[in-house]
């Protein structure tokens, strides 16, 4: 990508959500992180696993009103704040690496903002390192068990903003 970020690796942090209000709660703190306004999350977990759910209680608790959509077949949908840009990438559907120029996304990815993306995996050869990456699986029919390792000085430095807030 050209976007040359130095890599640090940290322990994961690990978290248990009971059930989707935990979601919520863990959503609302992270949005009060002072680094969050131009960090690359990368959300990963099957599918159902709950990464529209937590991108959408992120997003209102930014400030976005109305319906937060998951943008499977657009791919991306932006969203604009008064204090910050958005995007939220879902990249399930996406197979062509020649679709990340036509689309602009070099110049998303490279600009200021909330970048968060949904199956990074499957753009992975064009994506620029990840700042913080959040895995989300299943325990149980609520249960969510959660790790975030950061890979930036971003990164990090949300992850030491969420160690100190949540349970």
Do not use: C
């Not at 969050?36 to 709950?50: K, M, Q, V, W």
């Not at 990464?51 to 998951?70: D, E, I, M, P, Y």
């Amino acid at each position: 990508m050209g976007i040359h970020t130095p890599i640090v690796k940290t322990l994961p942090l690990r978290l248990l959500w009971p059930d989707e209000a935990a979601t919520q709660a863990f959503a609302n703190t992270l949005a009060q992180a002072p680094a969050l306004s131009n960090a690359f999350i990368a959300l990963h977990g099957d599918l159902g696993a709950g990464k529209t759910t937590l991108v959408r209680h992120l997003l209102h608790a930014l400030g976005v009103t109305g319906r937060v959509k998951s943008p499977t077949y657009a791919v991306v949908e932006p969203y604009e704040l008064p204090h910050m840009e958005i995007w939220h990438f879902d990249f399930y559907r996406f197979n062509d690496p020649r679709e990340w120029e036509d689309a602009g996304f070099r110049d998303i990815f490279s600009g200021p903002g909330l970048k968060l993306a949904e199956w990074p995996e499957k753009a992975a050869s064009v994506l620029p390192v990840v700042d913080l990456d959040i895995f989300i699986g299943t325990a149980a029919d609520t249960q969510r068990q959660v790790s975030l390792i950061s890979n930036t000085p971003t990164g990090a430095d949300l992850l030491h903003f969420l160690s100190g807030k949540t349970p």
